[in-house]
């Protein structure tokens, strides 16, 4: 049973930083894809940021210079370190893995299984 359960979120004010950590079981972490995603309310789930089996990184626009999404295979975790937080990136965080080859934050549906979520608020 795949599981995926986030952690790290909370509150900072703009400019500040923090890191999101994804732990995963059930199923073989080093050799799927992993990508963040966030959410605010009324709105749609977006990607932000997605690593392959190589630790091939890609990232969507927005976050593109200010958050780093990596991976630690022997200790099984995928992190995302965010800095220069900007009030805009006040959202639910959510990790999300799957086993296909093509790993982009931007095709959401490509994505089997998901986490909770972690909140991040950034006030200004």
């Known amino acids: 049973q795949v599981q995926l359960v986030e952690s790290g979120g909370g509150s900072v004010q703009a400019g500040g930083s923090l890191r999101l950590s994804c732990v995963p079981s059930g199923f073989t972490f080093g050799s799927w894809c992993m990508g963040w995603f966030r959410q605010v309310p009324g709105k749609e789930r977006e990607g932000v940021a997605a690593?392959?089996?190589?630790?091939?990184?890609k990232y969507t626009n927005d976050v593109k210079g200010r958050f780093t999404i990596s991976r630690d295979n022997n200790k099984k975790i995928l992190y995302l370190q965010m800095n220069d937080l900007k009030p805009e990136d006040t959202a639910m965080y959510y990790c999300?893995?799957?086993?296909?080859?093509?790993?982009?934050?931007?095709?959401?549906?490509?994505?089997?299984?998901w986490g909770q979520g972690t909140q991040v608020t950034v006030s200004s």
């Open positions: 690593i392959d089996y190589a630790e091939s990184t």
């Open positions: 999300a893995a799957h086993q296909w080859r093509r790993c982009q934050p931007d095709i959401k549906s490509d994505f089997d299984f």
